[in-house]
């Protein structure tokens, strides 16, 4: 005999029941937001879109990618922060997740209590880039023409606490200078003004720099990781430039909300792990000169990681002078 509800308070529990159940089992039944708190066509950007694309198959749903710029990173990943913990908000963001805590009064969010940790993506090394027709011609002329003219160059950044401004600062904290800096709402109009010459110098990731320094359109003088990135072969790293322990990788991490369930939490990580196994995205990022960390691609190593920058770099900004603000 079919059960048929018999009062309207029956019948809407049967189907809260129904929905609450369907929707857990089905998780995604909708397509996800993926969170990006930078411009489109940035670095952190090109990563979201590849990996996106990467977990479609997995999910099979597609994973939007909103780009919630500004702020240095802190107005997306805020509003990651305060979004349903029903697995339709995810963010993407780098390193600058566990800097806007030192650097910000309020960044919005706890680096240890706002999200669920999903996983860490890829690894992205660094380069130092200027306007085509910036005069030095190589890292020790650089050194030396930014001591020379440390009050007329200036250098973009993505706002304080994105990558390219801690990159800075730590350019700032070698050479003992302190240029003039313009931040943007993204490495992308920072990287079009560096195209078009209206600034000198931006410190930024090889996944936004690797086409333009191909194509000769901007001058690059060093990268940050310790070893020489494979796509960029002549190019120095800082340290065996003579800035000796100069490294600054952008690693990138996937979180939801807090209070996420299990479920959902677990199948995000598994598509997570399929895209970052997919040939294409593997590739593409190949290309960019990024690293996919497959091996840390779970919860615990992001969490793990955050803890342990956290601290790392409140002692930098600390050692620079950097207020809060
Ligand atoms: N990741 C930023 C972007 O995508 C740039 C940065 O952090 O410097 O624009």
Known sequence: MTFVPRTLSA???VTALLVSGGAQAEFPDRPINM???FTAGGPTDNVARSLAEAMRTSLGESVIIENKAGAGGTIGTA???RAQPDGYSVLLMH???STAPSLYKNPGYDPFNSFEPIGLVVDVPMTIVAR???PPNNIKELTEYIK???DTISLANAGIGAASHFCGTMLFEALGVQLLTV????AAPAMNDLLGKQVDMLCDQTTNTTQQIDSGKIKAYAVTSMKRVPTLPNLPTMDESGFKGFEVGIWHGMWVPKGTPKPIVEKLLKSMQAGMADPKFQERMKQLGATVMTADANPQALDAKVRQQVPQWAALFKKAGVEKQ
Do not use: T
């Not at 931040?183 to 993204?186: E, I, Q, V, W």
């Open 79 to 81: 509003q990651v922060a």
């Open 11 to 13: 019948l809407l529990a």
């Open 132 to 134: 085509s027709d910036f």
């Open 35 to 37: 969170i990006v708190p």
């Open 183 to 186: 931040p943007y709402k993204g």
């Open 148 to 150: 020379a003219n440390k």
């Open 95 to 97: 390193a600058g997740f």
